[in-house]
């Protein structure tokens, strides 16, 4: 078994069997009962943390030693961006945070836990290199049946010159690229503080004629503790199908191997490219919200993830909101992996109500890519 996933599993039972009120952290002072269950239960959430924290960084130092990574070796690389700004603000650690329709991208098992009856939302990104990148979704929570999802992911290469070395200003054609997926998702809670879901997608990519085609599967897990405020969450995403590349540029008439003299020359033939995986990763994570005063709440978040292609890392973030209008958004994302320009994130937000059933959500997040260009999200959602 990897290091990874023993330390993972180490932590997932000491998470699981930790003691609501274990005897070395449970005190009471006389006349200072509130503070002491607050300091109590920031104590048990610290040693959660603490626990996530170092299974993933005993994995990480275990893999420094390692010359090589997986980087490069998967397909449908767009669906490791990420959506919503209030997760990127955040620093994408979503694995456990509810109340929010991105979590039909983080953890599908979250969609149960939202609390408007239907919303709706639309994500726009300036991608590096000038790439477009949109998210859009909507949810409808069903009484006694559960709540579905659609949710659409596009990425588009704006058209360019076809440069060669003969013709390098261009040689007069254009192309282009293109990348999708359309999830439908299903999500319900078993019990007062358990539930399931999971969002099916379709995923093709597309760059001048060629194209690649697939199907995967995101699963996910929430779990509201006995703590109050305190929630774990786990999610598996992208676990699909090989997608391979084909198209008309891979297919000619004339035979590469025939020599000369040796038969008929015109035979159909075509290339095959190579199959790859999709960018499977696992998630686990946990959040914690705090109540400062009655118009104030903070919640922390912190993942641990495990993808198929690269080294595990940990994201975290902070979330400061008053009356539950104004937000203010911290993260740290990327930690203990290898070779990353990502880093600090940052984000803003101001949901409205309109009536007693109508909310205007916009939220902003700003991520550090270091030498490469920082990126700006955007986000718009409407909740009824």
Not at 95 to 112: E, K
Not at 250 to 257: A, I, K, R, S, V
Not at 327 to 349: N, S
């Amino acid at each position: 078994m990897k290091i990874f996933e023993k330390s993972v599993f180490d932590m997932s039972i000491a998470a699981t069997v930790l003691p609501l009120n274990p005897p070395l952290l449970f005190f009471k002072r006389r006349g200072r009962g509130m503070s002491s269950l607050i300091f109590t239960q920031a104590l048990k959430v610290g040693a959660i943390l603490l626990i996530l924290v170092v299974a993933v960084s005993t994995s990480s130092h275990a893999q420094l030693f390692r010359s090589t990574t997986k980087v490069g070796t998967t397909a449908a690389q767009f669906l490791k961006i990420g959506v919503g700004a209030r997760a990127i603000g955040m620093g994408s650690a979503q694995a456990a945070m509810q109340g929010d329709i991105s979590a039909i991208y983080w953890n599908p098992g979250a969609l149960s836990r939202l609390n408007v009856t239907s919303e709706l939302t639309f994500n726009h990104v300036e991608w590096l290199g000038d790439i477009n990148y949109d998210f859009a979704a909507g949810v409808l929570q069903l009484e006694n049946f559960g709540t579905l999802g659609l949710s659409v992911i596009s990425l588009r290469v704006p058209e360019d010159v076809v440069r060669t070395v003969d013709f390098p200003e261009g040689d007069g054609r254009t192309w282009d690229g293109s990348s999708l997926a359309i999830g439908l998702a299903y999500a319900k809670s078993l019990t007062d503080r358990f539930s399931i879901g999971f969002n099916a997608k379709f995923v093709r990519e597309s760059i001048w004629s060629e194209s690649a085609s697939g199907f995967a599967l995101d699963f996910g897990t929430l779990y509201n503790s006995e703590i109050p405020g305190l929630s774990l969450g786990a999610s598996i995403s992208n676990f699909g199908t090989k997608m391979r590349l084909s198209g008309r540029d891979l297919q000619f008439n004339n035979d590469p191997n025939n020599n000369e003299g040796s038969g008929p020359n015109q035979i159909p033939s075509e290339y095959t490219t190579e199959s790859f995986d999709m960018p499977l990763s696992f998630r686990i994570g946990i959040a914690y919200d705090l109540r400062l005063a009655d118009e104030f709440r903070a919640t922390t978040a912190i993942d641990a993830t495990h993808p198929n292609d690269n080294t595990e890392y940990v994201n975290s973030g902070l979330e400061l909101a008053w009356r539950e209008t104004l937000f203010a958004r911290v993260g740290y994302k990327a930690l203990f992996l290898r070779d990353t320009e990502q880093g600090l994130t940052w984000g803003l937000g101001l949901h409205y109500t309109l009536d007693n059933s109508t909310t205007i959500k916009l939220d902003y997040g700003f991520a550090e890519f270091g030498r490469l260009k920082n990126v700006q999200y955007f986000s718009l959602g409407v909740g009824l």
